[in-house]
């Protein structure tokens, strides 16, 4: 204890100086806008990368929460689009004629997490992460945040295969609601960001831009949702149009997707079906 006093008593006036060195330092750095701008830039050279890791760490924790949340949010938004509903309609005969009409809900959603995608095959398929312990079947339709992504092909416990647009046997019903047409939306292998819609008569008028959208033909697929906007129109054909469709879904960074289930399926297949067999 006595030799570390003694070395503050030898070199005290050296421990004075520092001290006085940094008080005029810090005077200089609050009093003078140059000097207190050139350090803080110098600063932030060091601790500017220091925050942006720090911030790419916590915001990878909290990034799948935040994910699942937007998702809960979307399906909300989903299952009150008009298109999710059909009205019913009761009329009572009496003295006076009244009529009631309720809503009934014909789709639901859920989501699901992509753990599995191709783009560049001729046959892609994608795998998620819900099966059939999560009330996932066949034929389910599936959708991105931006539009139509495929349908549901085989289901295990845990896991369901889709079939998406890109896919050589893939068909979808589709509309151009411009000219209320309704076609085909086939795919060309080779092309992760077009498809082709076809059996449009080459007579009508087709503007690049239209929305495509798909037909509600089919027991899959909700009615109006976008697949796509015309971004070339082929009229060399003799009796039918080539258009591509620039596909509003991006396969290429698919991560959360929404499965949909007709609550009227069974029945409307269990219809179409009668008629095949007369």
Known sequence: MENLLEFFRKNFKYFLFVVLELVCIVLIYNNMSYPHFKLAKASQVITGPVYTFRHAVVRHFYYAKENEDLAEQNISLLRENSNNFFEESDTVISVFDTTSSKKKRIYDYTFAHVIHNSTYKKYNYIIIDKGQKDGITPDMAVLSSRGVVGAVSNVSENFASVIPLLHADSRLSARLPSINQIGT?????????????????????????????????????????????????????????????????????????????????????????????E
């Open 185 to 277: 939306i086939v795919w060309e292998e080779g092309d992760p960001l077009h498809s082709y819609l076809v059996d449009i008569p080459q007579h009508l008028a087709v503007n690049i831009g239209d929305s495509v959208l798909t037909s509600g033909y089919s027991n899959v697929f909700p009615k109006d949702i976008l697949i796509g906007t015309v971004s070339e129109i082929d009229n060399s054909q003799t009796s039918f149009l080539k258009i591509q469709v620039e596909l509003a879904t991006s396969f290429n960074n698919l991560n959360t997707v929404y499965v949909v289930k007709n609550l009227y399926k069974d029945e409307l297949d269990t219809l179409k079906a009668s008629f095949k067999n």
